[in-house]
DNA sequence: CAATCTATTATGTCCGGACATATATTGCAA
DNA sequence: TTGCAATATATGTCCGGACATAATAGATTG
């Protein structure tokens, strides 16, 4: 009955369950049996079984809750993928390589075609905070920025002028406490625009990349967005994925 | 002595931790207390202790083994943010929404500037497939793609053709079993080019977004590489990321 | 001196128990 | 029927032990 199994028992058992679910044996909505009954079924302890378990939830097959069970929530192995080394401040390449220099500070109406590119409602306020950001090395302009914050946090001004290297999502969430829970980011060619191409040192008709970000509370609202126009020989997004489970 | 934690303990512990690490009491590079070190000092069980260790692990700080014990890695807890719905086939817009049509499949020698970003020695002799990617709705082209194989895989040729929905490096693991294990990808912008301004049916001086990506197996061997061209209206980079510890 | 074998030592896996805690259900009372 | 309290039940946390395994360092041998 029991195989000279080479690998570790609790990786057999999530391999196991993890078929059993692209199988279509647990369906997606189903709550899959308790971990006492899985101790039973597959003869193991406890400990084992929840370490099992534990890798299909890092892998987000599953979720668990105290008293419904652990409910299956995808068919497929997602995040197959993962970043290798993603925190925000690299994905953005801030930090000691470039620096903020603010342009300008002052309260806006966002309409139109911006106020459908941000996401939000035509004619709302926002606090608009122009910067450059500065290559320390070569002094030359890497990217323009335009940060639309929610107006009530017009006090962060001195702080963003005063730490020239810090996110300034950071910066609010430090002075008001209004976490950063999700960004969505979109990244898209432009021709830059003849004013921006002038700010950023570069020929009216080159091309840039134009960086959206969308900042929301745990409660979905979005509080922060930001423009970001870079030249294309300048900047470059990039990334590194590995795969979860070897 | 005790407090009255309200979080687990683990948690309290990996806190700790992850604040000595980056306070530097633990630098990069050393290596951290044995596990039953820890259980002395923090006076609990080893269970505690790796329960602890595992969520640094996870944040990417620290790195572990067998008798080296755990090495801090990282200073910063990366993986802050995590990428939310981020299976591969998701981040490059795959699937349903287009197709591949294959133009040409051919056996090149790369050189010059091109080796140089595909990140491979000067005249290296690669198999290069030529596709067009073309949304099923609206029927333009979104994307011109060369990928760039091992000359060994010419077998997958017919399978490229047969399946216009699938990735070419899962028709190579499927095939030949060379596992993917890294993905490295970067995004520019650039101005497209006039051939392929002419076969994405687009103006020759208009802006475009250039997509580099570089396959890595476990052995950190590059076997596959592609650049992808598409219109700047037609396509655009998109990712959700998510807060890992609320 | 080099190569090989052998302890030593760290993490990895696993056990079987215990209590805590959040949630769903049930039951009782207004 | 509605609202609240008691209970049941699932996962979460934690203990202290055991042996396995891999990597290192030391001892042994050619």
Redesign the interface.
């Known amino acids: 009955m029991k195989k000279p199994a080479s690998k570790p028992h609790f990786a057999e058992i999530a391999r196991d369950l993890t078929e059993g679910i692209a199988a279509g044996r647990y369906p997606v909505g189903s709550v899959l049996p308790g971990e006492l009954e899985l101790c039973d079924l597959y003869d193991t302890s406890r400990h084992t079984i929840r370490a099992a378990l534990n890798e299909l939830q890092?892998l987000g097959l599953v979720s668990r809750k105290k008293n419904a069970g652990t409910r299956v929530e995808s068919a497929?192995p997602?995040?197959?993928?993962?970043?290798?080394?993603?925190?925000?401040?690299?994905?953005v390449q801030f930090g000691s390589t470039n620096v903020r220099v603010v342009q300008s500070i002052e309260p806006t109406t966002v309409k139109g075609a911006l106020a459908k590119t941000l996401g939000c409602f035509n004619g709302t306020d926002w606090l608009r905070i122009s910067s450059l950001r500065v290559d320390s090395a070569t002094q030359k302009p890497v990217g323009w920025t335009d940060v639309y914050v929610d107006p009530q946090y017009d006090e962060i001004a001195d702080r963003v002028r005063a730490a020239p290297d810090t996110l300034i999502s950071t910066l609010i969430e430090k002075r008001y406490g209004r976490?950063?829970?999700?960004?969505?980011?979109?990244?898209?060619?432009?021709?830059i625009p003849p004013p921006t191409a002038a700010a950023l040192q570069v020929d009216a008709?080159?091309?840039?990349?134009e960086i959206l970000r969308q900042y929301f509370d745990?409660a979905g609202q979005m509080f922060e967005a930001s423009i970001t126009v870079?030249p294309?020989d300048r900047f470059?997004?990039?990334?590194?994925?590995?795969?979860s489970a070897?």
Do not use: Y
């Not at 976490?179 to 021709?191: D, H, K, P």
């Open positions: 890092q497929t997602r995040n197959d993928f993962r970043p290798s080394l993603g925190s925000l401040e690299d994905l976490r950063v829970a999700e960004i969505r980011q979109v990244v898209r060619a432009i021709l008709a080159s091309a840039g990349l745990a870079h294309a470059a997004v990039a990334m590194t994925l590995q795969r070897p």
